[in-house]
Every structure is written in structure tokens, then in C-alpha cells.
């Protein structure tokens, strides 16, 4: 075997030369291969932007945030039911209080007008003790109504809140 390597690399070189284009075409669908074949896509993390992930890890990182957002949204509507309930009695309790006011004013103006009225009949010397008996029970009369009412509105207003309450506790179980 009688190899003459100047006339090998002749022909080797005449080869290259004539099918050049072939040969790079080659060249570079390998390179193509390797780099589609051997590498994955990957993007910046949704949770950490520094990391690169591929589209599964993608997807489950983006599965996983979304059932973040959900909780947390449960969890502040029930917040929100929750001040708007609280929001609810406070306005209940001011328009009671803002009402007992006015009724305890009303009670006491009628009282200081009875009283002041019962003051001018005696200075007319027109008193006696009948009408000043009537005005009294009168006034006991009209309080004790008025109490009656306001007790049983403030009964009303607690058992509600009782109400509202138990159905709270149970829809949140």
C-alpha cells in the first residue's frame, strides 16, 4: 500500500474546492442541529427574574402565582364583608344614639315646659293639686312609653347583631 499523501491532499483540497458551498452548507446545518437539538428555550422567571426557565417551569410558576392572586383575593373580599358588616352597626349604632339624643332633649324640653307651666299657674295662684297630680302622671306616663320604646329598640338592634353574627360564623365555615 503505497500511499502518497501530496497526491491525497491534492485531491482532498480539489475536492474541497469544488464542492465548496456543500461542504459549509453541511457545516452549519450541524452547527443549526446541535443548537436546536441540544438547547432549550427559556425565558426570565415570573418569581425570580434572574432565573431562566423553560416554558413547563414557566407554566407551573404561572399556575402557582395564579392561585395566589385567587386566595388572596378570597381572602380580602371576606375582609371587605367583613369592615362593610362592622361599617353596617356603627352606622346602626350612631342613628340610635343620635335618635336617643333627641328624644331625651324632647323629654327634658317637655318636662322644663310642664314644669314651667305648673310655676305659672301657682304664681297665678291658679294651682292645685289635682292638675299638678295629672301633669306628673302625665310625665311619669310618657317616660315610661318612651323608655318601653327605646328598650325595646335597643332589644331589637342586639338580637340583629346576634343574628348577623351566627350567619357570619357559619357562611365562613
Excluded at 16 to 23: A, V
Excluded at 55 to 62: C, D, G, H, N, P
Excluded at 88 to 107: H, K, P, S
Aim: aromatic fraction near 6%.
Amino acid at each position: 500500500m503505497n500511499l502518497n499523501f501530496p497526491d491525497l491532499w491534492h485531491k482532498l483540497t480539489a475536492f474541497t474546492d469544488h464542492y465548496r458551498n456543500f461542504i459549509l452548507c453541511i457545516f452549519f446545518t450541524g452547527i443549526l442541529a446541535v443548537y436546536l437539538l441540544g438547547c432549550d428555550v427559556a425565558t426570565n422567571s415570573l418569581i425570580d427574574p434572574s432565573r431562566k426557565v423553560t416554558a413547563k417551569q414557566l407554566q407551573t410558576e404561572a399556575h402557582q402565582l395564579q392561585s395566589q392572586y385567587v386566595e388572596r383575593e378570597k381572602q380580602l373580599q371576606l375582609e371587605l364583608e367583613l369592615l362593610t358588616h362592622n361599617q353596617q352597626n356603627f352606622n346602626d349604632q350612631l342613628a340610635f344614639a343620635v335618635e336617643d339624643l333627641e328624644i331625651q332633649t324632647t323629654q327634658r324640653q317637655q318636662i322644663i315646659d310642664t314644669l314651667g307651666g305648673l310655676a305659672v299657674q301657682a304664681a297665678q295662684g291658679n294651682a292645685n293639686p289635682i292638675s299638678a297630680l295629672t301633669t306628673l302622671i302625665g310625665l311619669i306616663s310618657a317616660g315610661s312609653a318612651v323608655g318601653l320604646g327605646l328598650d325595646s329598640l335597643r332589644k331589637d338592634r342586639v338580637i340583629k347583631n346576634l343574628k348577623t353574627t351566627s350567619n357570619t360564623t357559619t357562611s365562613k365555615t
